[in-house]
C-alpha cells in the first residue's frame, strides 16, 4: 500500500515561531502537494511540486514556502506562524490519476 | 479558473436506505477528471470513486455510482444501501488533467455525511 506519512497529527505553536511541516511518501512519486482544510472552504491548495526543487504557487501561497529536496521529502514551512494559520494540513501525492493524502496535522497557533 | 461546488454542507440517511450527494463544476475544458473522495472522522482521505469526462458510460464502484451530465456540469454520487462506516466527509474534485500542472485537483467545500442506525 502506498503510505504518505506527516510527522505530525497535532502542533501547537507560538505566534512568530518557524513552523515545518514534514510529509513523507515512499512509491518514488513525482507530484506532491499541500492543501489546507477549513471549514466550508474545502481543500485549498498552498503550493505542490513536480519533481525534485521543482515547486509552484496554489491558490493560496502567501505565508508560506515549501522545500523538496529528495523526492520522497515535501516540506511545509511557515516563516512566521500567525493565528490565522490554525488551520488542518493535508499533504498528498500522485501517480497518474491516483491520489494519496496523508493522515493530517493540526495546527493551533495561540 | 475551475470552481466545484457542493451545494449540500450536511445530510443524513438512515442505514440501508439511498443517497444522493449533489456536486456541480464549471469549466471551459472538454477533457477532464471528476473524483469522489471520503474523508472519515479518523482524516484519511480515501477515493471513492473516479469519472473520465470522455467516457458517457457512468463510474460504478460496489455501492457507489455517479450520475455524470456533462453538458450540465453535474456528477453527484449515490450510495446505495448506506452503511454505518459510510459517515464521512465526502468531497468533489476536478482536476484538469494528469500531466497539466502535476495534475493538481480543486475541490468543493464538502458534504458531512450522516448515517444513522
Known amino acids: 500500500d502506498v503510505k504518505v506519512t506527516q510527522s505530525s497529527r497535532y502542533l501547537v505553536k507560538r505566534t512568530g515561531e518557524k513552523v515545518f511541516l514534514e510529509c513523507v511518501q515512499d512509491?518514488?512519486?513525482?507530484?506532491m502537494f499541500w492543501y489546507r482544510q477549513d471549514p466550508g472552504l474545502g481543500l485549498r491548495l498552498i503550493y505542490f511540486?513536480?519533481?525534485?526543487?521543482?515547486?509552484e504557487k496554489g491558490d493560496i501561497p502567501e505565508g508560506y514556502s515549501v522545500s523538496r529536496e529528495k523526492k520522497e521529502r515535501f516540506s511545509l514551512i511557515l516563516e512566521s506562524a500567525s493565528t490565522n494559520q490554525t488551520s488542518m494540513y493535508l499533504c498528498a501525492s500522485r501517480l497518474g490519476l491516483n491520489a494519496f493524502f496523508g493522515q493530517g496535522t493540526r495546527l493551533t497557533v495561540v | 479558473a475551475q470552481t466545484v461546488t457542493q451545494s449540500q454542507p450536511e445530510m443524513s440517511v438512515q442505514e440501508a436506505e439511498t443517497v444522493t450527494l449533489s456536486c456541480t463544476y464549471d469549466?471551459?475544458?472538454?477533457?477532464?477528471?471528476l473524483f469522489w473522495y471520503k474523508q472519515p472522522p479518523s482524516r484519511q482521505m480515501i477515493l471513492v470513486i473516479r469519472q473520465e469526462a470522455y467516457k458517457q458510460q457512468n463510474a460504478t464502484e460496489n455501492r457507489f455510482s455517479v450520475n455524470f451530465q456533462k453538458a450540465a456540469k453535474s456528477f453527484s454520487l449515490k450510495i446505495s444501501d448506506s452503511q454505518l462506516g459510510d459517515t464521512a466527509m465526502y468531497f468533489c474534485?476536478?482536476?484538469?488533467?494528469?500531466?497539466?500542472?502535476?495534475?493538481?485537483?480543486?475541490f468543493g467545500d464538502g458534504t458531512t455525511l450522516t448515517v444513522k442506525p
Open positions: 511540486s513536480y519533481d525534485v526543487k521543482m515547486k
Open positions: 469549466t471551459s475544458e472538454n477533457n477532464y477528471y
Open positions: 512509491m518514488d512519486h513525482e507530484n
Open positions: 474534485a476536478f482536476m484538469k488533467g494528469v500531466n497539466t500542472n502535476a495534475g493538481k485537483s480543486t
